[in-house]
């Protein structure tokens, strides 16, 4: 098997590669009960770039895409579910679910992102119609995914 690699992002405003964590941002709305939803990796305003969706569209909150990464940031994608046992508050952070674990995915499982613009394809809708929930999102099922070699 080949190395994992979680080394560029699909900006979702302008849909270039993001291969540079310091330039990206994670940034999301909130609901009236503060609660995130709609999270968006994309670059930050700079060298010309105007990614970031920004304060004037609901997008208050905002955090460097290198937060998300690594051990570090699978904490701080955890403490936005749950403050955990020190902190001893019900206090979650999220209201659309789905998209979180797409952030997380996306920012913590090797592949996923690569394969993410495949979830559609005939090739991928042919080899995983009956799979079950955990199947396609295990890195070397995403890894096929991503090259389109399911089945071979
Ligand atoms: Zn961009």
Excluded at 107 to 115: F, K, L, S
Aim: glycine share 8%; with cysteine; hydrophobic share 30%.
């Amino acid at each position: 098997m080949t190395q994992p690699r979680l080394v560029a992002w699909k900006c979702d405003t302008c849909d270039d590669d993001i291969t540079e964590p310091g330039k990206a941002i994670v940034t999301w709305r909130r609901d009236d009960d503060r609660r995130g939803y709609d999270f968006r990796i994309v670059h930050k305003n700079l060298d010309g770039r105007h990614c970031d969706p920004g304060a004037e569209n609901g997008f208050i909150l905002n955090t460097e895409l290198s937060s998300f990464l690594g051990h570090n940031g699978l904490a701080y994608a955890l403490s936005l579910l749950s403050p955990g046992p020190i902190m001893g508050d019900t206090d979650v952070q999220v209201v659309d679910f789905n998209g979180f674990v797409d952030l997380v995915r996306r920012t913590q499982t090797p592949w996923y992102e690569q394969a993410r613009p495949h979830w559609h394809t005939e090739h991928t809708r042919h080899w995983l119609d009956d799979a079950n929930q955990v199947y396609p999102y295990q890195p070397e099922v995403l890894e096929r995914i991503a090259k389109q070699e399911l089945g071979r």
